[in-house]
């Protein structure tokens, strides 16, 4: 009974959630314009590739927050609020191109990653500018929010190379411990996480100590975030080629 009970009430915060982000559409395909807008006066080879990024993406789960936590913070959804989601997906984009090369994925989400299809150099390249492209897409938000939002950018990207690098420490020295773990995931995933709130709470005009309290609690979101998406990877199909990509990759 219990089960069925859970199964009944998964199923109704995914029907929510589908809910808040059939909602949001009209404001992701103004996100879409403004990454693709990033990218227009960029040479063509590199353009297609970070329009490939684009492309697969997947559920734009930090775009979202952006937007619902701007509304939470009394802010509408305003150009300047899709720049800021904008500024997020980017750097979200960047880990990504990042991360497959140094997991060796192949595939994402059932299609080729970015390395696979244009080679090691060239990936590194595109992950680059994307790493690079959300400082300049700031450059049109008000000075004081833009000033402000910058230095949290710079301090939350910080955080998630951080977590990246002791994550693939933990690889190469065999620990296993749960605090490595979680401590690991709070940089990379949890950052990540908390960057959309950050950014909304910069554009809403609170406060610094706020906005580290807000993006803290997202922090540690992110670790529950990573955990579940382990275990997912070990029984279930996230679209990289075969079920426990992780497990075979000898990641804790």
């Keep these: 009974m219990s089960s069925v009970a859970s199964a009944i009430e998964q199923r109704s915060v995914s029907a929510a959630f589908s809910g808040v982000f059939a909602h949001l559409s009209p404001h992701m395909a103004e996100l879409d314009r403004v990454l693709r807008g990033e990218l227009a006066s960029f040479e063509p080879e590199i353009r297609a590739m970070a329009d490939y990024c684009i492309d697969t993406s997947g559920k734009r789960i930090r775009p979202a927050l952006v937007f619902l936590s701007g509304w939470r913070n009394s802010t509408p959804i305003s150009p300047d609020l899709v720049r800021v989601a904008a500024v997020v997906e980017l750097v979200h984009l960047a880990t990504l191109v990042h991360d497959d090369i140094q997991d060796g994925d192949r595939t994402r989400r059932a299609e080729p990653t970015l390395w696979a299809k244009h080679g090691v150099a060239q990936a590194i390249n595109a992950g680059d500018l994307l790493l690079m492209l959300p400082f300049l897409a700031l450059a049109d938000l008000p000075a004081v929010e833009r000033g402000k939002l910058s230095l949290f950018l710079a301090d939350y990207a910080t955080r998630i190379v951080r977590g990246q690098v002791e994550e693939l420490g933990l690889l190469a020295s065999g620990r296993l411990d749960l605090r490595s773990y979680t401590h690991a995931a709070a940089g990379k995933t949890g950052g990540l996480l908390a ?41 279930g199909d996230k679209g990289r080629g075969e079920v426990g990509c992780d497990i075979y990759e000898g990641k804790v």
């Design 195 to 235: 960057l959309p709130v950050v950014g909304a709470a910069c554009l809403g005009q609170k406060s610094s100590q706020r906005t580290l309290e807000l993006g803290q609690v997202f922090t540690e979101l992110g670790v529950l975030f990573q955990l579940q998406d382990d275990i997912v990877d070990l029984f």
